[in-house]
Structures are given as C-alpha cells and as structure tokens.
C-alpha cells in the first residue's frame, strides 16, 4: 500500500480520533503537519493498523 498525503488528509478530516491522535504526534514529537500525517499513517493504517480498511477505501474511486 501506497502513503498518499491527500487521502491522509481525507481520512483524518473523516475521524474525530485521528484528529486527536494528529494533534497528539504533532506536538510530542514537534513535528510539522505533513510528517505527522506521516507518521499517523505508519502508526495507525499501514501493515494493518487499525484505519488501513479505510484507506484503501479513498483508493477505490481512482481505479
């Protein structure tokens, strides 16, 4: 699976809590936005986290 920065972005616009968690990485980690979502992305969707089913979701139009 591929990180995509626009459809992070749409994910955590969709989900209360990864808006936390974002906020959460952002600042523990003093981290810019564009390498918390990275990070989110890692920690929550990528090698089945939690979000990954969600992802893939904001993929399928595309194809």
Sequence with gaps: MKYYTSHMKKLV??????QKELKKIMKEHDLEKTFALKALYHAEVASGGKYQDAYRELDLPNR
């Design 13 to 18: 616009m969709q989900n209360e809590e990864l």
